[in-house]
C-alpha cells in the first residue's frame, strides 16, 4: 500500500477515527501498530526481516551497555551498513521488497548515536528508538531521516486532532496526490515522449523535465508523509524545496533530499574532516560524500557517475578560481554563472537517470498521446513552485482555514476533471533508477 493509493487515504481516514474516537489512546502506540501493519502489507518475508534488524539492535544495545567498548560499537555500526548495502544489492535475487530500507537503516544508525549519548536508558526507551521511530509510516518510504529524539517527543505529547491541523494536513497530502498523479506522471510522460525522438534538443529538453519529474515524484511522497503527521500533531521537515529556485550549486543540494545530505555532512563528511583533515584535501571528503548520496540510491555505475558529477560540480563552483572571478563580475554576469551552474546540474541528473529511455523501443509502448494536459502539468508546476520560493518557510503554514479549503478544492476539481479518462488512481510506471528506495 503506497502513499499514492486510493486505499491508503481511507487507511488515513480509519486512523483518525480512531484517535477521534479514543482521544486518550496513546499517538505512539496508534503509529507504532499502524507502521507495523502498513509495513506488512508489503510482505512478510521483508516485515519480518526489519521486525528482526530492530531486536538485533536492541540486543547489541544491551551488549554493549556491559561492555562499554568503543570497538564493540563501530562493529556495531559497521553490521548495520553492512546488512543495508547486502540487502538494498541482493534485495531482487532474495525476492522481498526493498521499500523504506534505506531510511529504516539510517533511521536505526542515528538511533544508536542518540541511544548511547542518552546515558540512563529504561527497555521502554530501546522501543521507542529500535522500533517506535524507524517504523515510523509517514517518513519511512521517502523520509526525511529525522532524529529520533524530535519524533519520540512529539509522540509524547498525545496531542489530539484539532480542525486547523486536520485541515492543514489534509491539504498538504492533496497537493502530494496532486504532484503524483498529475504533474509528475504528465511529466514522466512527456520526458520519455521527448527521449523517445532522439533529437538533441529534444533530449536535453527531456533531461531538465526528467529532473523536475523526479522532483515531483519524490516530494510527492514527502508531502503525503508529512501531511499524515501534520493531523495528529507532528511536525516532520520538508525533505524537498523547490529546486528551480536553487541560487547556486550549494543552494540546489541544500533543497533536494535535504534530511539525507544533512546526515551524510554530519556523519561522513565533517568526522573525515576533523580526523584526516591535515592530511587529505577537504574536497576529496565532498567528492565522497556526493558519491555516497549516488550509490545510496542504487549501487551501480549509473549512480556513481551521478554522485561523482554532482560532487564535481559543487567543488567546480567552489574552487578559488571561479569565486575570485565571481567577485569582480557585476550581479548580472553572477546570477548569469550560478543559473549556469543549476541548469547543468538539473539537465546533466536528468541524463543520467534516464538514459535508459534513449535505448529502449518498448517505452512508448503504453504512453498516452501527448495532450494539453502535459503542458498545463509543467504551467501549474512552476506556479506551485514559485508559491513555495523561500527556503525558510512551508507556504501552505501562511494561509488561513478559509484559504487551505479553498486550495485543497482547486486541487480536487484540477485533478478530477483532469484524469476523467487517464485513470485517476491508477499507478504511473515510476522512472526505472529513481524509484528505487
Known amino acids: 500500500m503506497l502513499y499514492t493509493e486510493l486505499n491508503f487515504l481511507f487507511f488515513i481516514l480509519f486512523l483518525v477515527f480512531l484517535k477521534l474516537s479514543l482521544p486518550k489512546f496513546p499517538t505512539k502506540i496508534l503509529f507504532l501498530l499502524s507502521s507495523l501493519f502498513w509495513y506488512f502489507l508489503f510482505g512478510l518475508h521483508s516485515f519480518l526481516l526489519i521486525i528482526g534488524l530492530s531486536f538485533f539492535n536492541i540486543l547489541m544495545f544491551y551488549i554493549y551497555k556491559n561492555l562499554e567498548k568503543k570497538f564493540f560499537l563501530y562493529t556495531w555500526v559497521i553490521l548495520n551498513l553492512i546488512l543495508m548495502i547486502f540487502l538494498k544489492t541482493k534485495s531482487s535475487f532474495l525476492s522481498f521488497n526493498s521499500i523504506g530500507l534505506s531510511f529504516f537503516c539510517f533511521s536505526s544508525l542515528l538511533s544508536i548515536k542518540e541511544i548511547i549519548k542518552k546515558g540512563d536508558v529504561k527497555f521502554q526507551d530501546t522501543l521507542h528508538y529500535f522500533i517506535l521511530t524507524p517504523f515510523f509510516f509517514p517518513a519511512l518510504v521517502q523520509g526525511p531521516i529525522e532524529p529520533p529524539s524530535k519524533i519520540i517527543k512529539q509522540l509524547d505529547l498525545n496531542l489530539p486532532i484539532n480542525l486547523n491541523n486536520a485541515i492543514l494536513g489534509f491539504t498538504i497530502i492533496l497537493l502530494g496526490y496532486f504532484k503524483y498523479h498529475f504533474i509528475y506522471s504528465h511529466l514522466y510522460d512527456f520526458t520519455l515522449f521527448l527521449f523517445h525522438g532522439k533529437i538533441i534538443q529534444n533530449i536535453i529538453l527531456a533531461s531538465f523535465l526528467a529532473t523536475l519529474s523526479a522532483y515531483a515524484l519524490m516530494s510527492s511522497y514527502c508531502d503525503i508523509g508529512r501531511g499524515v503527521s501534520k493531523i495528529f500533531g507532528i511536525d516532520v521537515i520538508m525533505n524537498f524545496r523547490p529546486i528551480?529556485?536553487?541560487?547556486?550549486?550549494?543552494?540546489?543540494?541544500?533543497?533536494?533530499?535535504?534530511?539525507?545530505?544533512?546526515?551524510?555532512?554530519?556523519?561522513?563528511?565533517?568526522?573525515?574532516?576533523?580526523?584526516?583533515?591535515?592530511?587529505?584535501?577537504?574536497?576529496?571528503?565532498?567528492?565522497?560524500?556526493?558519491?555516497?548520496?549516488?550509490?545510496?540510491?542504487?549501487?551501480?555505475?549509473?549512480?556513481?557517475?551521478?554522485?561523482?558529477?554532482?560532487?564535481?560540480?559543487?567543488?567546480?563552483?567552489?574552487?578559488?578560481?571561479?569565486?575570485?572571478?565571481?567577485?569582480n563580475q557585476s550581479n548580472l554576469i553572477q546570477k548569469t554563472v550560478n543559473l549556469f551552474f543549476v541548469i547543468l546540474i538539473i539537465i546533466s541528473n536528468g541524463f543520467i537517470t534516464n538514459y535508459q529511455s534513449l535505448i529502449s523501443s518498448e517505452v512508448m509502448s503504453n504512453l498516452p498521446p501527448i495532450s494539453t494536459n502535459h503542458f498545463l502539468a509543467i504551467v501549474i508546476f512552476f506556479i506551485i513552485e514559485s508559491m513555495q520560493k523561500d527556503l525558510n518557510t512551508d507556504f501552505l503554514k501562511s494561509y488561513k482555514m478559509k484559504h487551505l479549503i479553498l486550495i485543497s478544492f482547486i486541487l480536487l476539481t484540477i485533478g478530477l476533471f483532469s484524469f476523467i479518462n487517464y485513470n485517476l488512481f491508477s499507478i504511473p510506471p515510476a522512472p526505472p533508477l529513481y524509484f528505487k528506495f
Do not use: C
Open 244 to 327: 528551480i529556485w536553487a541560487k547556486s550549486p550549494i543552494d540546489f543540494w541544500n533543497r533536494w533530499n535535504i534530511s539525507l545530505g544533512h546526515f551524510l555532512k554530519e556523519n561522513v563528511t565533517f568526522p573525515l574532516m576533523l580526523r584526516f583533515g591535515k592530511i587529505i584535501p577537504h574536497k576529496y571528503f565532498v567528492l565522497l560524500t556526493f558519491i555516497i548520496f549516488g550509490l545510496w540510491h542504487e549501487v551501480t555505475w549509473s549512480w556513481f557517475f551521478f554522485g561523482a558529477m554532482n560532487g564535481i560540480y559543487v567543488l567546480l563552483y567552489s574552487s578559488q578560481t571561479i569565486q575570485n572571478f565571481l567577485v
